[in-house]
């Protein structure tokens, strides 16, 4: 467990709110020793024990906590030019792969797990904001925006009477239907993200404790067509035990139902969730895996030497799902399994970051829009804060270009003193190549794209 680790005091699981303050008052009082466990916490005694705090209920008045101070990230980013939002906490589903799965059963008493924010609390803090920044897109990033509809039709009403943004949300697509379609749309919704995760129905039933069906899936994919929003689907790679012809039976649906964009992501292995808890079970995971998974490491599935061959097939199904949304209908029909899998592997990476590129340019995909506009400030804040020029009196030897690189990259740019030495101007043109002018091409070939219309 991360509490385990010589520089880690305190540890919160579950929601921090209550905890964080009892951590700050005995950081304050400098003791760790106190009569009353600190809720929803890992920590260490005096002795150096480990402890663990009480599972707390979740707290179900969300409207008592303050709107979340954003003016800490100035300094990295703008975070209201495209602002991030939660009306909500929980997920009514249990994904076996999903950290809702384990996060749900924290307290020792669970309550309701699911709970809104009301909907004049959500409505004065987008105002707040509103009123004091140039907002350009709002983000909902509620894991199910729809799922309450009464909620949701007062939410929108005063939402496009009031703050009338353009915005994207979550969905599932059991909770959709044309009313709630129609809704979005008129409130100002351009951009839907629904997951799919894998067209195995049978799979994704017993295996992921997914529920939706795929009469709900292309319905929802209908109404969004109907609605002109566009969709991304969100779709997983390499689940374990997951039939290999699931990518075969992907690929024919996202051929006839073709979203805007297919967001792939590689299936990995979160500590406490159910799919890692059966997996151990059941032999698939080593002691020393399991280790690595609840130490907090990263642990893809894919990446194991037993799943080479299937890997190869992954990759090539990854980018023809990319590829389908940004193809002509009479090219998209023309794919096949067969020549996906006879595809070379070389050609993956370089064209995935082309198609990605060309289909945000084209489809002005939040997702790429906030990405261009992050790059952007850090390469202001690199030429403000860290391109500082002085002479070059004191010299310093590099054993190679790639090791100067390596300083650039872990930040060290206290060294940038001795630019003039050949090696290390050599790294620093490599170095800007890569990270600013890299981010250069994204910004100006995409946002000047997608800022035109604004």
């Given amino acids: 467990m991360v509490i385990n680790e010589q520089a880690i005091d305190f540890a919160v699981f579950g929601e921090g709110e209550e905890a964080f303050v009892e951590i700050l008052k005995r950081i304050e009082n400098k003791k760790k020793e106190f009569k009353n466990r600190i809720p929803n916490t890992f920590y260490k005694s005096e002795t150096g024990k480990v402890i663990k705090g009480p599972g707390v209920n979740f707290c179900q008045n969300l409207d008592s906590f303050p709107f979340y101070d954003h003016e800490i990230w100035k300094e990295y980013l703008n975070p209201y030019k495209f602002y991030s939002i939660a009306v909500?906490?929980?997920?009514?589903?249990?994904?076996?792969?999903?950290?809702?799965?384990?996060?749900?059963?924290?307290?020792?008493?669970?309550?309701?797990?699911?709970?809104?924010?009301?909907?004049?609390?959500?409505?004065?803090?987008?105002?707040?904001?509103?009123?004091?920044?140039?907002?350009?897109?709002?983000?909902?990033?509620?894991?199910?925006?729809?799922?309450?509809?009464?909620?949701?039709?007062?939410?929108?009403?005063?939402?496009?009477r009031l703050i009338d943004l353009p915005f994207r949300c979550l969905v599932d697509s059991k909770y959709m239907d044309k009313e709630i379609a129609y809704q979005l749309k008129e409130s100002g919704c351009k951009w839907v993200q629904m997951g799919v995760q894998t067209l195995d129905s049978e799979y994704k039933k017993n295996k992921l404790n997914r529920h939706e069906t795929k009469k709900q899936i292309v319905s929802a994919i209908k109404l969004m067509k109907e609605n002109e929003i566009k969709l991304q689907l969100d779709h997983m790679l390499a689940l374990p035990d997951e039939p290999i012809t699931a990518q075969k039976k992907a690929l024919e649906f996202y051929k006839k139902m073709t979203p805007d964009r297919i967001q792939t992501f590689w299936t990995t292995y979160l500590p406490g969730t159910a799919l890692v808890k059966k997996e151990y079970r059941k032999g698939k995971l080593s002691d020393k895996e399991l280790e690595e998974i609840n130490l907090g490491k990263k642990y893809y599935l894919h990446r194991r030497s037993d799943n080479k061959n299937k890997n190869k097939i992954y990759r090539k199904h990854q980018l023809a799902f990319r590829m389908i949304p940004v193809l002509p209908d009479f090219i998209r029909k023309k794919i096949r399994p067969d020549i996906v899998e006879k595809t070379p592997v070389t050609v993956f990476n370089p064209f995935l970051f082309i198609i990605d590129l060309f289909n945000g340019l084209f489809s002005k995909n939040p997702d790429f829009l906030s990405y261009s506009d992050y790059y952007l400030s850090q390469i202001k804040r690199i030429i403000k804060k860290k391109a500082v020029w002085t002479p070059p009196y004191q010299k310093i030897e590099y054993s190679s270009i790639l090791s100067a690189y390596?300083?650039?990259?872990?930040?060290?740019?206290?060294?940038?003193?001795?630019?003039w030495n050949p090696i290390f101007s050599t790294a620093c043109f490599f170095y800007f190549f890569s990270e600013i002018f890299g981010s250069f091409f994204i910004f100006f070939v995409g946002t000047s794209f997608v800022y035109s219309s604004d």
């Fill in 88 to 160: 909500s906490r929980g997920c009514p589903n249990k994904c076996t792969y999903c950290f809702n799965n384990f996060y749900s059963e924290i307290p020792e008493n669970p309550t309701n797990y699911l709970r809104f924010r009301s909907v004049d609390n959500v409505i004065n803090e987008l105002l707040q904001v509103k009123n004091k920044h140039d907002i350009k897109y709002i983000d909902f990033i509620d894991d199910s925006f729809t799922v309450k509809k009464e909620w949701l039709k007062k939410f929108l009403q005063k939402y496009k």
């Fill in 406 to 419: 390596r300083c650039l990259e872990d930040n060290r740019f206290d060294e940038w003193e001795y630019l």
